[in-house]
């Protein structure tokens, strides 16, 4: 996707777009650790079918296949009908594993499930090694859940490259007997309270993945800074500069559609996720940083099947993905942004690792984990196919 460039004001336009891409490839590759977290693999070029992305924003809901949440009698009519038409469906987008968390944690690392990622953590327990360091494909091998400090997260590398990112949990810290409002968990060997809601919390550890590597909480203040309550987006949004370039967006167990119905009295499911993207997607796609170059991701973590797409791999040594199959189901994707047609579809099959993929393609950081193999994909030319505004600018 090329936008004509004519005169010198034209050529100003076009390098404030891709100074900060090529600052991030710089800086990325001078991060202490960026470069060398999954072995054998580089810096990529950028994509020539990629926009140019600077902020993402990925909002994740729950447990549902795609002929449910899209179909014609969907409860969940401003998904599958309304935002469609608004940017671009993804029909056969795929989970990568069941249960919830070891989807989470792909789509940040590239890391595949294990048999206690599985089971969603139930007890907050290290990551145990069967081996050293990271294999060919930049897989930990062993079983556990909190992953030690050398496993790189998509958060380790935008750090590294200077550029900002957040997690924002709904409820967390709503009830602080639980965990804190910033980067809360429970402690490490502890049974995991947060897998179940409250009548005062509904934030689960399940489904923020920041939380399951030693790389972030071991430093408690940057971890604070990063992993916070939803409460801090609608500031955050206010101005670019406040905008982090990657946002993941984690509803609590009942507006994510988890649970239903909820603690709380309201009905749950797709209803209640349908009526929290009401809320914030408009909010979203007003910000000064979404309208300038930005990408909103809206997906589900796993289906109701084990099918696979992409080649997908499991863990060498581990479990199946999909406990009796390949992969997480068939759930698919909507995606908004100023560089996509308006009622695109594509069914070029994707999964979380090209999610993952094409988050760090767009800043220009090697892949992480499975995020790295040759079999899969990120979203290109069939997604991105609209010119970007003539008054574009670049974003740091």
């Not at 009519?77 to 469906?89: F, I, R, V």
């Amino acid at each position: 996707m090329k936008k004509s460039v004519s005169g010198a004001a034209g050529a100003i336009r076009l390098l404030a777009r891709l100074r900060p891409w090529l600052i991030g490839v710089t800086l990325a590759c001078l991060g202490v650790g960026a470069c060398s977290a999954s072995p054998a693999r580089s810096a990529p070029a950028m994509p020539a079918g990629a926009a140019p992305v600077r902020h993402v924003f990925v909002i994740v809901l729950e447990n549902e296949p795609y002929p449910v949440t899209f179909g014609a009698q969907s409860l969940a009519p401003y998904l599958a009908h309304e935002l469609p038409k608004q940017g671009a469906l993804l029909p056969n987008f795929y989970g990568i594993g069941h249960y919830s968390l070891d989807n989470y944690i792909a789509m940040i690392s590239g890391q595949a499930p294990n048999a206690a990622t599985q089971d969603d953590c139930k007890v907050f327990s290290d990551f145990s090694r069967r081996a050293p360091g990271l294999d060919a494909n930049g897989q930990a091998l062993g079983e556990g859940c909190v992953y030690p400090a050398d496993v790189r997260t998509l958060a380790d590398q935008l750090d590294a490259a200077g550029l900002g990112w957040k997690g924002y949990m709904e409820d967390m810290g709503a009830d602080p007997a639980r965990e804190a409002a910033t980067c809360g968990h429970v402690a490490i060997g502890a049974l995991d309270a947060t897998n179940h809601a409250s009548v005062k919390d509904q934030y689960a550890d399940k489904h923020d993945p920041f939380v399951y590597f030693h790389s972030i909480i071991d430093d408690p203040a940057r971890c604070a800074r990063h992993v916070v309550n939803l409460d801090h987006l609608a500031q955050d949004l206010q101005h670019v500069d406040s905008t982090p370039n990657f946002a993941f967006i984690t509803p609590s167990l009942c507006h994510d559609g988890h649970d239903a119905p909820c603690v709380s009295g309201e009905p749950g499911g797709l209803v209640s996720a349908d009526a929290f993207l009401r809320r914030w997607v408009p909010r979203i796609l007003a910000s000064s940083a979404f309208r300038q170059d930005g990408l909103l991701v809206i997906t589900f973590d796993e289906g109701t099947d084990a099918q696979a797409c992409c080649g997908e791999q499991p863990l060498p040594g581990g479990p199946p993905s999909g406990l009796q199959g390949p992969g997480g189901g068939r759930v698919g994707a909507v995606l908004l942004s100023p560089f996509i047609v308006p009622g695109t579809v594509s069914r070029t099959p994707y999964n979380h690792y090209g999610l993952l993929r094409t988050v760090e393609d767009f800043f220009g950081l090697p892949h992480l984990g499975y995020a790295g193999s040759p079999q899969l994909r990120a979203f290109g030319k069939d997604v991105f196919s609209a010119a970007p505004a003539a008054d574009q600018r670049g974003a740091r």
